[in-house]
């Protein structure tokens, strides 16, 4: 289970919740004028994708991803986001909403259950494909165990 409570869960949610949604919540945050710096401005880069491959469960490079990263301080809480794409507002916008779920301001409740909408849209995005792609795996059968 996700738990938009737990910091790296978290980041996984802001970057699969929508934009628009991400925007409402920090302008919402942002009403009160609270001290807000950026830390790192959201701009474009690209970050190696790492996977395991699963024969001898190595780190193999996948390939460059495109991400923006933005972090934030407000009022002394630290947030922070990575969202795929080139999608500044989002990673700031998912930066202060970072923050202020860290600070449990009075929007959190309401940040928190759309987090929660978020994984459970994306828990049945994933069902969908498994569901699409499962009777196209393959299994192979090796000689290397059999001597």
Do not use: Y
């Not at 738990?3 to 949610?13: M, Q, T, Y």
């Not at 193999?60 to 794409?85: I, Y």
């Not at 600070?103 to 928190?112: F, S």
């Amino acid at each position: 289970m996700v738990d938009p409570h737990d910091r790296s869960d978290r980041f996984e949610l802001i970057a699969a919740s929508e934009a628009a949604t991400l925007a409402r919540f920090a302008n919402e945050v942002l009403e009160d004028d609270p001290p807000l710096s950026v830390r790192q401005e959201p701009r474009p880069q690209l970050l190696m994708q790492r996977v395991e491959e699963p024969v001898e469960r190595r780190p193999f490079n996948l390939g460059e991803v495109l991400v923006t990263p933005a972090e934030v301080d407000l009022a002394g809480h630290r947030g922070f986001a990575m969202v795929p794409g080139k999608a500044e507002r989002a990673a700031l916008s998912g930066a202060i909403v970072d923050a202020a779920v860290a600070a449990d301001h009075e929007r959190t409740p309401a940040i928190v259950s759309a987090l929660e909408d978020a994984a459970a849209r994306q828990r049945e995005q994933r069902q969908r494909a498994w569901a699409e792609s499962k009777h196209t795996a393959v299994e192979f059968e090796t000689m290397e165990d059999q001597q």
